[in-house]
Protein backbone atom coordinates (compact mmCIF):
# COMPACT_ATOMS: atom_id res chain seq x y z
CA UNK A 1 0.00 0.00 0.00
CA UNK A 2 2.58 2.36 -0.85
CA UNK A 3 1.48 6.29 -0.85
CA UNK A 4 3.09 7.60 -4.05
CA UNK A 5 5.11 5.11 -6.32
CA UNK A 6 8.22 5.83 -8.98
CA UNK A 7 8.79 3.39 -11.68
CA UNK A 8 11.40 2.76 -12.49
CA UNK A 9 13.64 3.29 -9.24
CA UNK A 10 16.92 3.24 -11.67
CA UNK A 11 17.83 4.23 -15.13
CA UNK A 12 21.14 3.68 -17.06
CA UNK A 13 20.76 5.06 -20.40
CA UNK A 14 23.23 6.25 -23.28
CA UNK A 15 22.79 10.58 -24.14
CA UNK A 16 20.35 11.26 -27.23
CA UNK A 17 17.79 8.31 -25.96
CA UNK A 18 14.60 9.40 -24.81
CA UNK A 19 13.32 7.98 -21.37
CA UNK A 20 10.15 8.16 -19.22
CA UNK A 21 9.57 8.19 -15.89
CA UNK A 22 6.07 7.59 -13.83
CA UNK A 23 4.69 8.24 -11.03
CA UNK A 24 1.07 7.07 -9.29
CA UNK A 25 0.18 7.94 -5.87
CA UNK A 26 -2.99 6.45 -3.86
CA UNK A 27 -3.52 9.33 -1.24
CA UNK A 28 -6.37 10.85 -2.54
CA UNK A 29 -4.31 13.94 -3.29
CA UNK A 30 -5.56 16.10 -6.17
CA UNK A 31 -1.82 18.07 -6.93
CA UNK A 32 1.48 15.90 -8.64
CA UNK A 33 4.89 17.27 -8.65
CA UNK A 34 8.43 16.71 -10.20
CA UNK A 35 11.39 17.26 -8.50
CA UNK A 36 15.57 17.43 -9.51
CA UNK A 37 17.97 16.11 -6.62
CA UNK A 38 21.37 17.02 -8.46
CA UNK A 39 24.67 15.88 -6.91
CA UNK A 40 24.69 19.30 -4.98
CA UNK A 41 21.60 17.61 -2.92
CA UNK A 42 19.36 20.96 -3.63
CA UNK A 43 15.94 19.64 -4.31
CA UNK A 44 14.84 21.88 -7.57
CA UNK A 45 10.66 22.01 -8.40
CA UNK A 46 10.67 21.35 -11.93
CA UNK A 47 6.95 21.05 -13.02
CA UNK A 48 3.34 20.65 -10.55
CA UNK A 49 -0.15 19.91 -11.68
CA UNK A 50 -3.38 20.01 -9.89
CA UNK A 51 -6.30 17.89 -11.59
CA UNK A 52 -4.45 17.15 -14.62
CA UNK A 53 -3.82 21.23 -15.43
CA UNK A 54 -0.33 21.91 -15.42
CA UNK A 55 0.22 24.86 -12.52
CA UNK A 56 3.80 24.99 -11.89
CA UNK A 57 6.09 25.34 -14.95
CA UNK A 58 9.53 25.82 -14.13
CA UNK A 59 12.58 27.03 -16.53
CA UNK A 60 13.07 23.44 -17.37
CA UNK A 61 14.89 22.51 -21.06
CA UNK A 62 11.49 21.49 -23.38
CA UNK A 63 13.38 18.33 -23.74
CA UNK A 64 11.23 17.79 -20.16
CA UNK A 65 7.32 16.84 -21.09
CA UNK A 66 4.88 15.98 -18.41
CA UNK A 67 1.83 14.29 -18.67
CA UNK A 68 -1.11 14.18 -16.29
CA UNK A 69 -3.65 11.44 -17.50
CA UNK A 70 -5.56 11.85 -13.98
CA UNK A 71 -5.34 13.45 -10.38
CA UNK A 72 -3.32 9.99 -9.29
CA UNK A 73 -0.65 9.73 -11.98
CA UNK A 74 2.28 12.18 -13.26
CA UNK A 75 4.65 11.03 -15.79
CA UNK A 76 7.93 12.73 -17.03
CA UNK A 77 9.47 12.20 -20.17
CA UNK A 78 12.58 13.21 -21.27
CA UNK A 79 14.00 13.30 -24.91
CA UNK A 80 17.42 13.49 -26.24
CA UNK A 81 18.69 12.76 -22.67
CA UNK A 82 22.06 15.01 -21.90
CA UNK A 83 24.90 13.72 -18.84
CA UNK A 84 23.80 16.57 -17.11
CA UNK A 85 20.22 15.35 -17.25
CA UNK A 86 21.69 12.61 -14.80
CA UNK A 87 20.25 13.12 -11.10
CA UNK A 88 17.07 11.79 -8.93
CA UNK A 89 13.93 12.84 -9.92
CA UNK A 90 11.27 13.00 -6.81
CA UNK A 91 7.66 12.60 -7.86
CA UNK A 92 5.45 14.06 -4.97
CA UNK A 93 1.32 14.22 -4.10
CA UNK A 94 -0.25 17.21 -1.94
CA UNK A 95 -4.02 18.64 -1.41
CA UNK A 96 -4.08 21.88 -3.17
CA UNK A 97 -2.25 24.56 -1.81
CA UNK A 98 -5.20 27.19 -0.05
CA UNK A 99 -4.02 30.68 -1.09
CA UNK A 100 -0.87 31.06 0.57
CA UNK A 101 -1.21 27.95 2.49
CA UNK A 102 0.42 24.67 1.24
CA UNK A 103 -0.32 21.57 2.02
CA UNK A 104 2.69 18.57 2.93
CA UNK A 105 3.88 16.95 0.39
CA UNK A 106 4.79 12.89 -0.03
CA UNK A 107 7.48 11.86 -1.64
CA UNK A 108 7.75 8.91 -4.03
CA UNK A 109 11.31 6.66 -3.48
CA UNK A 110 12.53 8.46 -6.27
CA UNK A 111 14.27 7.65 -10.38
CA UNK A 112 18.05 7.61 -10.30
CA UNK A 113 18.84 8.62 -13.85
CA UNK A 114 22.70 8.13 -15.43
CA UNK A 115 23.31 9.16 -18.50
CA UNK A 116 26.24 7.86 -20.17
CA UNK B 1 19.80 36.09 -1.22
CA UNK B 2 18.57 32.46 -1.47
CA UNK B 3 15.29 32.19 0.00
CA UNK B 4 15.59 29.26 2.07
CA UNK B 5 19.44 28.92 4.02
CA UNK B 6 20.23 26.28 6.29
CA UNK B 7 23.78 25.67 8.01
CA UNK B 8 25.22 22.42 5.72
CA UNK B 9 26.90 21.33 9.34
CA UNK B 10 27.75 18.28 10.18
CA UNK B 11 26.42 18.30 14.09
CA UNK B 12 28.30 15.58 15.33
CA UNK B 13 26.86 14.45 18.69
CA UNK B 14 26.65 11.57 20.74
CA UNK B 15 23.79 9.40 21.59
CA UNK B 16 21.80 11.34 24.26
CA UNK B 17 22.92 14.90 23.33
CA UNK B 18 20.42 17.76 22.49
CA UNK B 19 21.25 19.17 18.89
CA UNK B 20 19.53 22.46 17.51
CA UNK B 21 19.95 24.71 14.07
CA UNK B 22 18.07 26.65 12.63
CA UNK B 23 17.13 28.06 9.00
CA UNK B 24 16.39 31.54 7.91
CA UNK B 25 14.36 32.73 5.10
CA UNK B 26 13.92 35.51 2.69
CA UNK B 27 10.18 36.00 2.30
CA UNK B 28 8.38 37.66 4.90
CA UNK B 29 5.30 36.80 3.86
CA UNK B 30 5.88 32.85 3.87
CA UNK B 31 2.93 30.96 5.50
CA UNK B 32 4.02 27.66 5.13
CA UNK B 33 7.22 25.93 7.34
CA UNK B 34 8.45 22.36 7.57
CA UNK B 35 10.99 20.51 8.44
CA UNK B 36 11.57 17.11 6.28
CA UNK B 37 14.48 14.47 7.12
CA UNK B 38 16.56 12.47 4.59
CA UNK B 39 18.49 9.85 4.95
CA UNK B 40 21.49 9.09 2.21
CA UNK B 41 19.71 7.69 -0.84
CA UNK B 42 16.12 7.96 0.30
CA UNK B 43 13.47 10.89 -0.39
CA UNK B 44 12.19 13.41 1.87
CA UNK B 45 10.05 12.43 4.74
CA UNK B 46 7.78 15.06 6.33
CA UNK B 47 9.26 15.23 9.78
CA UNK B 48 6.62 18.20 10.83
CA UNK B 49 5.10 21.47 10.01
CA UNK B 50 6.42 24.62 11.76
CA UNK B 51 3.13 26.23 13.61
CA UNK B 52 3.54 29.82 14.65
CA UNK B 53 3.15 29.05 18.54
CA UNK B 54 5.71 26.31 17.90
CA UNK B 55 5.15 22.51 18.34
CA UNK B 56 6.13 19.48 19.53
CA UNK B 57 6.61 16.06 18.30
CA UNK B 58 8.05 13.28 21.05
CA UNK B 59 11.48 14.66 21.04
CA UNK B 60 11.41 17.61 18.50
CA UNK B 61 10.23 20.91 18.91
CA UNK B 62 10.22 23.50 16.18
CA UNK B 63 9.84 27.03 16.72
CA UNK B 64 8.88 29.47 14.20
CA UNK B 65 10.42 33.48 14.46
CA UNK B 66 8.45 35.41 12.08
CA UNK B 67 9.95 38.78 13.30
CA UNK B 68 13.44 37.35 12.45
CA UNK B 69 12.72 34.99 9.68
CA UNK B 70 14.21 31.80 10.99
CA UNK B 71 13.10 28.15 11.78
CA UNK B 72 14.67 25.83 14.33
CA UNK B 73 14.57 22.28 15.16
CA UNK B 74 15.88 21.30 18.65
CA UNK B 75 16.35 16.91 18.98
CA UNK B 76 16.09 15.72 22.66
CA UNK B 77 17.79 12.95 23.51
CA UNK B 78 19.55 12.21 20.09
CA UNK B 79 19.55 8.36 18.57
CA UNK B 80 21.37 7.14 16.36
CA UNK B 81 18.71 6.70 13.84
CA UNK B 82 18.35 10.57 13.90
CA UNK B 83 21.43 10.97 11.56
CA UNK B 84 20.28 12.51 8.79
CA UNK B 85 19.76 15.52 6.68
CA UNK B 86 17.50 17.74 7.54
CA UNK B 87 15.71 19.79 5.07
CA UNK B 88 14.05 23.50 5.60
CA UNK B 89 11.30 24.40 3.73
CA UNK B 90 8.97 27.15 3.11
CA UNK B 91 6.96 28.54 0.48
CA UNK B 92 8.59 30.78 -1.65
CA UNK B 93 6.45 34.39 -2.92
CA UNK B 94 6.28 33.17 -6.12
CA UNK B 95 2.21 33.55 -7.74
CA UNK B 96 2.18 29.68 -7.44
CA UNK B 97 3.23 29.83 -3.76
CA UNK B 98 5.86 26.93 -4.63
CA UNK B 99 7.92 24.97 -1.90
CA UNK B 100 11.41 25.74 -1.61
CA UNK B 101 13.82 23.30 0.09
CA UNK B 102 16.66 24.32 2.00
CA UNK B 103 20.32 22.32 0.72
CA UNK B 104 19.65 20.79 4.61
CA UNK B 105 21.59 20.24 7.79
CA UNK B 106 23.79 16.99 8.16
CA UNK B 107 23.51 15.42 11.74
CA UNK B 108 25.26 12.65 12.73
CA UNK B 109 25.02 10.99 16.20
CA UNK B 110 27.74 8.52 17.13
CA UNK B 111 27.30 6.04 19.95
Known amino acids: DTAVSQTPKYLVTQMGNDKSIKCEQN?????MYWYKQDSKKFLKIMFS???????INETVPNRFSPKSPDKAHLNLHINSLELGDSAVYFCASSHARQGRLNYEQYFGPGTRLTVT | RKEVEQDPGPFNVPEGATVAFNCTYSNSASQSFFWYRQDCRKEPKLLMSVYSSGNEDGRFTAQLNRASQYISLLIRDSKLSDSATYLC????????????FGAGTTVTVRA
Open chain 1, 49 to 55: YNNKELI
Open chain 2, 89 to 100: VVNALTADYKLS
Open chain 1, 27 to 31: LGHDT
